[in-house]
């Protein structure tokens, strides 16, 4: 091996250490592709109703587990309320589902949800712009309203 192709190696290998640092120091920044979809689009007899308080679209990002599959990525909840009754749609992987529940004097919503041939349970506690999220199979996620 001749100098030349020493130096070219260096500096291969000195690009690439950048690159890795670059992305080891950035690793906060990176987050699952934005959603191609509107939730709203999954039910439109939703968008033509009304809205009170809770109501409205929510976007976070969820990290749990579904049929022994780990992941993490963006969701969609398009909330509307009606007196103590919720019902809504969530949108994950371009799939919609629906989410049915009742809101408490305490602010928490208790609800069922179906989303890609699963289904469940699970509660939320509402704060002005922010739902805490929790559901019965371990996926946990903090929502924030979308700006209209």
């Known amino acids: 091996m ?26 906060h920044n990176i987050a699952p592709s934005a959603p191609k979809m509107a939730v709203e689009g999954c039910d439109q007899t939703l968008r033509a109703r009304g809205r009170d308080g809770l109501s409205g679209a929510y976007q976070g990002v969820v990290h749990d587990r579904i049929n022994d599959v780990e992941g993490t990525e963006i969701v969609q909840l398009f909330l509307v309320r009606n ?13 919609c589902g629906k989410v049915v529940g009742e809101i408490g004097l305490d602010r928490k919503l208790v609800f069922y949800w179906e989303w890609a041939g699963n289904s469940g349970f699970g509660n939320a506690i509402w704060d002005e712009d922010k739902l805490s999220v929790a559901s019965d199979h371990g996926g946990f996620l903090v929502m924030y309203r979308r700006g209209e």
């Open 83 to 95: 007196g103590r009754a919720v019902e809504g749609a969530y949108l994950r992987k371009g799939v």
């Open 2 to 27: 001749n100098s030349n192709e020493i130096t070219l190696i260096a500096a291969a290998i000195g690009v690439a250490g950048s690159l890795i640092a670059a992305v080891v120091s950035n690793w």
